[in-house]
């Protein structure tokens, strides 16, 4: 593993864009919840992977914090629900992806008392074994929350080399978005405890909490929060500068370390795992309160939002629900994007609801979107390639792309587009780059073509089962050589004893002659 | 709820092709008020007639071509085309040789190659190296800057001059067809004198040409505003002073007496000009900043050699047009490594 440092001096990552962030309209007001909607509804599959196995019917009454799936593998991630109330349908809901998509969900009525029951959870995780802590958060339904809803179980649990340090990402560089600033400035001693139990299910020595330089003061109550704690962990606030896309996991990770995540491997590779910070306060919650994930925090903002604001919201609340509780619209809305301006997903209908991975509700009016200029052909001007945070070649892979030429596209590394969004962002001519290169990587996927990520992935892993096969044959020899050398040392005593025994009876032989 | 369902990102772009475009014509103003003071009001007379002519053929092959006028017409490519072109012969040049300049710029350079974005020679060089083989004589006949001569043409006697050929009456011919500063440069050398013996004639100043020298300043100027707006990046200015500074010092140490000073070099001619508006020109130029970093070093040592070796005084324009035939090839050969991959690796 390479040598190097966590935080101690900060590194540049290659392109990207300082963008106007907006994100103080919608940090006005405090956290407050939203209202209680009168139908919940919650797709199944809430996170990357396939979805759990259904354990309730319809009809059924549950309890808030009851599981209405169960996962059986590190991939799937269960869902509770997320208040008391009634069962009332199990059918296919609308999603935000793919937008105007649909796929199987519960539909629950609250029953307006929002009676929890606890799930199991240790009397003391401290003295808690790392597996279990994990077993914990996995049937607690823990996925990433920053947005990309990754089971986390799975990023904890692999057969990874040594974990070094825990990084929680609070650098959400997207404008408008501020959920975790948010979260950050209410829960902080959250955010401290969930990395403390965070770090000892993945045995990290040291945990660095990396924030933006324009939250300032997020950085006092961290640190006071970190020193209200007992220090079993080290854990250090780090500021880096906002540049959008930092928040990436691997930008951050260069940020933080100089070390680029290798396109083929993971930030366990390189003995880290990065977790978003509202991830670690749902860790909190789970372990120490016995709540599984529920809620988040929402940022409900834009141009066309009323009162822009965040808001603690039951998944499955619908995306109407919330806009009303924002206020309602400044006016007609052109288009509500779950997620930031760069690289949201658009939706296709505000009944789509609020999942695990649901940051940010973003509505913007006709004005906002509206282009000065018809597309026009590449003028090669590099402005693409100079904000590339993958150091792509933006206007070549395009250029192929738009000739239908996918191969060369791949072997350009377009499955190393990470669609941050800024080289389509800084285009003169217009051209939405980042729809080519997502059309291009589904084409490459359609054709069965493996991406040359994929095929990495494959030799990496078939390299591990020869590893594990190898260190298993290893074993095998050595518990062979250990028998053989008892059995040869059992042997060798047998002889002995024989030996013994000869002499013995010899010697018994003459006295017992001698005697009868 | 009627909503739009549109890839990110969701904003739209920073700018537009337009924009970029009328920043480079802004960042021309200050050279052109220069080039007005030191040679009088010609070049404004080229400047509208090559963008009437480079709007006219612009309209007419997009027409060709079925494209729609407007988006293309009103992006100022063929504006910036025209003005670049214009700067660039001399201010009385007669009508005829804007006419065949762009003719050769936007209809066969840019317009048969697919219009904006697909030509592979930087259309304004293209123009003006058609008209220099063209016109030998009409592009040979600079004026001399103000201080030296009489009195500089009023814009009577520079429109009729432009519109019929002839020059006013009142002027000699000779203080017309002056020698530029490289030119005479070019034949002291030739005729074994020596560069400080050339350099005490009033046409040069304290670095270039008389007038020249303030005129590049000027445009370095405009850009070093067109660097701080963006619109271009520092790899390429910065590769053609820094190339031409490198190589013609040496050059200068080693035999002051036939080659020009560094300095000089760059204060002659267009390279200034080259450096920050020509060789720039994102379309036929390098799209990678290493290739750029290549491309405008290539434009500096060809520029000397012509200089230095070539048959014209000043190369800028065979310079820019060489380099553009190896931009292809540069880009391909400078692609950056991508994040993530091992060094040493390029796709
Ligand atoms: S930013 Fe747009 S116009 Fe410029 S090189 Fe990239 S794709 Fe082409
Ligand atoms: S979207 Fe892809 S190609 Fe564009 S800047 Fe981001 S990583 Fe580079």
């Known amino acids: ?516 | 709820m009627n909503l739009t369902v549109a890839g990110a990102p969701h904003l739209p772009p920073i700018t537009t092709v337009g924009a970029v475009m009328r920043q480079v014509l802004y960042a021309l103003v200050p050279a052109v008020v220069a080039h007005v003071w030191f040679f009088g009001p010609g070049i404004l007379f080229q400047i509208t007639l090559a963008v009437a002519f480079a709007l006219g053929f612009e309209a007419a092959m997009l027409r060709l071509r079925r494209v729609a006028l407007r988006p293309f017409l009103t992006d100022c490519s063929a504006i910036v085309t025209a003005v670049l072109f214009a700067l660039s012969v001399p201010p009385l040049a007669p009508w005829w040789v804007a006419l065949t300049g762009m003719l050769f710029a936007i209809v066969i350079a840019k317009q048969l190659y697919g219009g904006l974005g697909h030509n592979l020679f930087n259309p304004a060089m293209v123009g003006l190296a058609a008209v220099i083989i063209a016109f030998p004589i009409d592009l040979s006949q600079w004026l001399a800057p103000r201080s030296l001569s009489a009195g500089l043409p009023g814009v009577w006697e520079s429109a009729v001059a432009i519109f019929t050929g002839r020059l006013p009456d009142p002027m000699s011919w000779d203080a017309i067809s002056q020698a530029t500063p490289l030119d005479a440069l070019k034949t002291g050398v030739a005729e074994n004198r020596m560069v400080a013996e050339i350099r005490d004639a009033p046409i040069f100043g304290d670095f270039g040409g008389l007038g020249w020298e303030w005129i590049a300043n000027f445009y370095a100027l405009g850009g070093f505003w067109l660097l701080y707006r963006r619109v271009i990046s520092w790899h390429v200015p910065v590769a053609v002073i820094g190339t031409t500074i490198l190589v013609s010092t040496p050059m200068w140490l080693i035999g002051p007496d036939i080659n020009p000073s560094p300095l000089q070099h760059v204060f002659s001619g267009a390279l200034v000009f080259a450096a920050f508006f020509i060789a720039t020109d994102p379309v036929s130029g390098c799209g990678t900043m290493r290739g750029r970093l290549l491309f405008g070093a290539g434009v500096a040592l060809l520029t000397l050699a012509i200089r230095r070796f070539g048959g014209y005084p000043d190369g800028v324009a065979f310079a820019v047009l060489l380099m553009n035939m190896a931009a292809p090839m540069i880009d391909r050969l400078t692609r950056p490594r991508t994040f993530g991959h091992p060094r040493g690796e390029r796709p």
Request: charged letters at 25%; aromatic letters at 2%; a negative charge.
């Open chain 1, 1 to 516: 593993m390479a040598d190097f440092d966590i935080g101690n001096q900060l590194h540049r990552f290659p392109g990207g864009l300082k963008l106007r962030h907006h994100k103080q309209i919608a940090c006005r007001e405090p956290l407050r919840p939203a209202p209680l909607p009168s139908r919940l509804v919650l797709p199944l599959a809430q996170h990357q992977g396939p979805a759990g196995e259904l354990l309730v019917e319809v009809g059924d009454r549950v309890a808030g914090g009851q599981p209405l799936t169960r996962a059986r593998g590190d991939r799937e991630v269960p869902i509770h629900a997320p208040t008391s109330g009634t069962v009332v349908g199990l059918d296919d809901v609308e999603v935000a992806w793919p937008p105007g998509g649909r796929a199987p969900g519960v539909l629950l009525e609250p029953d307006g008392e929002d009676r929890f029951d606890r799930s199991d959870r240790p009397a003391d995780w401290k003295s808690e074994a790392p597996d279990a802590l994990i077993e914990c958060l996995r049937t607690g339904g823990l996925a990433g929350l920053g947005g990309a809803m990754f089971p986390t179980a799975a990023k904890l649990r692999g057969p990874f080399p040594p974990i070094r340090a825990l990084i929680l990402n609070g650098s959400e560089c997207e404008p408008y978005i501020s959920c975790d600033e948010m979260l950050m400035r209410e829960r902080p001693a959250a955010i401290v405890e969930g990395a403390r139990i965070l770090a000892r299910a993945i045995g990290a020595e040291e945990v660095v909490i990396a924030i933006e330089d324009q939250m300032g003061a997020v950085r006092k109550e961290l640190n006071a929060a970190i020193r209200a704690t007992d220090p079993d962990v080290p854990v250090r606030v780090v500021q880096v500068t906002t540049i959008y896309p930092e928040g990436g996991e691997k930008q951050l990770i260069q940020v933080l370390t100089g070390q680029e995540v290798p396109h083929d491997g993971l930030p366990q590779d390189l003995g880290l795992v990065c977790l978003n910070v509202a991830t670690a306060a749902a860790a909190r919650d789970i372990v120490v309160d016995g709540r599984p994930v529920v809620e988040r925090i929402v940022t409900v903002s834009g141009p066309g939002i009323a009162r822009p604001c965040n808001l603690v919201a039951r998944l499955g609340t619908p995306v109407a629900a919330l806009i009303e509780a924002a206020g309602g619209t400044t006016g007609p809305i052109d288009r509500l994007v779950l997620g930031g301006p760069m690289s949201g997903l658009p939706l296709a209908s505000d009944r789509v609801t609020i999942t695990k991975g649901s940051n940010c509700i973003l509505a913007l009016r006709q004005e906002d979107t509206a282009r000065r200029q018809p597309v026009m052909p590449c003028i090669n001007c590099g402005e693409c390639v100079r904000v590339c945070p993958a150091s792509l070649l933006p206007q070549t892979l395009f250029k192929h792309l738009a000739a239908e030429d996918y191969e060369e596209a791949r072997d350009l590394n377009l499955f190393d587009c990470i669609e941050c969004g800024c080289c389509a962002h800084v285009c003169p001519s217009h051209i939405p780059l980042v729809d080519h290169y997502r059309h291009g990587k589904g084409v490459l996927r359609e054709r069965g073509i493996e991406d040359a990520r994929a095929e990495l992935a494959r030799a990496r892993f078939e390299a591990r089962e020869q590893r594990l096969t190898e260190r298993e044959a290893e074993r095998q020899r050595k518990r062979e050589q250990r028998e053989r050398k008892l059995r040869d040392a059992d042997a060798a005593k047998d002889e002995v004893r024989a030996a013994i025994e000869r002499a013995r009876a010899r010697a018994r032989g003459g006295s017992t002659g001698d005697g009868e």
